[in-house]
């Protein structure tokens, strides 16, 4: 608003032309999301996104998972980000946490139940 001059009204009006256009999508906490055309983006949890690779990949219980490191790059996140999912993921049971510098492990494949 500060850039080109305008109201809060001018850019809340504008948004909505682009809501009804279907160019863009309100996103919780009051903001909005451009959407880009051809572009199809997962909205899914980044820690569902993640226990996906488990049954993609057709990891077995007790191989290794992917590090925090690369799974930021394959989801282009950052690190704390990712590192917040596998503690959720730790927590249900999915992964097991062989601690600092060790490699996680999957302790149990999610079933299309669990998943969903």
């Known amino acids: 608003m500060e850039r080109y001059a305008v ?22 906490g009051g903001r909005w999301r451009v959407l880009r055309p051809g572009k199809a983006v997962d909205r899914r949890p980044l820690e569902e996104r993640i226990a996906a690779i488990i049954t993609d990949d057709r990891l077995q219980a007790g191989a290794p998972f992917p590090s925090a490191s690369a799974l ?8 704390p980000t990712v590192t917040k999912a596998l503690d959720k ?3 249900a049971g999915v992964l097991a946490s062989g601690g600092q510098g ?9 079933n299309r139940e669990e998943r969903s």
């Open 72 to 79: 930021a790059t394959r989801f282009g996140v950052s690190r």
């Open 89 to 91: 993921l730790e927590a």
């Open 7 to 28: 109201s809060r009204g001018v850019v809340l009006r504008a948004f909505q032309v682009l809501r009804t256009s279907g160019d863009a999508e309100p996103v919780p």
């Open 102 to 110: 060790k490699v996680r492990t999957v302790r149990a494949v999610p």
